[in-house]
């Protein structure tokens, strides 16, 4: 697959935006080519899952590179948070400028996007304010809380992105085994989906995160199980 250079928009997204329901907060994300020209707009959940929709959707728009440019309207998002614990470049737009970027970098001949809610425009205006350079994106210091998780980051950037949609199909299910950290490259789908989470656990060290936390602990220790 040809190697794509794109860039990445992240707005905050109010809840009737997203037409769901969940607790969780929920971000907007735009990805646009080196040309600015938009490839997608979607709503991810601010948390673990819509981290890794993210980065499956940032792999299959780009090609596969790891150093696609995040600019985000918050430093505090949870998205944003592990971006920057794996090392991804990232830029934090001021809070003013936000609508600014919307309106200098919105495609007035597109009815789509002079239609487009605020926090779908403001993510479009992200994204193309870094492929301008009007925004530059650099990678930030990790937060202390996020530095156990680098290795585990590290592994799921090094996901292929078939891997990675497979493992955002087991993070989304609610049967059975979620995810076994911390493994690496696409040791996490295999163990998954093999069923020899149990054995990795034990030869890792590693949490099982699941939603039958009963059922795992008949086999496994108390502390070694996360549920969900």
Known sequence: MA????????ASAPPAATARSSASAWLTAAVVDDAGRLLDVCDISDDAVGYAELGALLSERSGGTAGVAVAADSAEHQITLLLAAA???LSIADEESLDDYAERFGDDDSP???QA????RRAVGLARALQAGALAASVQGAPRELMALKPVLAAH?????EDRRRLVDLATTVDGVTAVLPLLGADVVAAAEDGHEAVEVRRHGALLA?????QARRVL???AVLDL
């Open 3 to 10: 190697l794509v250079r794109v860039y990445c928009g992240l």
């Open 87 to 89: 090392g991804r470049p």
């Open 112 to 114: 789509d996007e002079i």
């Open 117 to 120: 809610a605020t926090n779908e």
């Open 157 to 161: 950037a090094a996901l292929s992105s």
């Open 210 to 214: 699941t939603y039958e936390g009963a």
């Open 221 to 223: 220790p108390d502390e």
